[in-house]
């Protein structure tokens, strides 16, 4: 009842820079948080960034400084700049959606990822 369509991945250089967006649409009466996780090869699924709908952020130490977080209330997306990438950057990133739909119910919704690869 709700999809996401994510945006922006792809091959860059070390210090390079890439916009990850993500949108979400369906049975939705609203939006709480929005954020991105990310999956290296043989690794668990981890947080890189959260945004609420108050706009209250919350980023993970390995990409603070670096990465931006940002999300359009009115039309459902959510945004990640990420700067001065490195090689370690190099995973699946995972857009995830919590809110409330049409009918009353709570949602989790997962985006289907997108490869983003950081190397030389």
């Known amino acids: 009842q709700v999809q996401l369509v994510e945006s922006g991945g792809g091959l860059v250089q070390p210090g390079g820079s890439l916009r990850l967006s993500c949108a979400a649409s369906?049975?939705?009466?609203?939006?709480?948080?929005m954020g991105w996780y990310r999956q290296a090869p043989g690794e668990q699924r981890d947080l890189v960034a959260r945004?609420?709908?108050?706009?209250?952020?919350t980023y993970a130490d390995a990409v603070k400084g670096r990465f931006t977080i940002s999300r359009d209330s009115a039309k459902n997306t959510v945004s990640l700049q990420m700067n001065s990438l490195k090689p370690d950057d190099t995973a699946v990133y995972y857009c995830?959606?919590?809110?409330?739909?049409?009918?009353?119910?709570?949602?989790?919704?997962w985006g289907q990822g997108t490869q983003v690869t950081v190397s030389s």
């Open positions: 995830k959606v919590d809110g409330r739909l049409l009918t009353g119910a709570v949602f989790t919704s």
């Open positions: 369906g049975s939705i009466f609203s939006i709480n948080a």
């Open positions: 945004i609420t709908s108050g706009l209250s952020t």
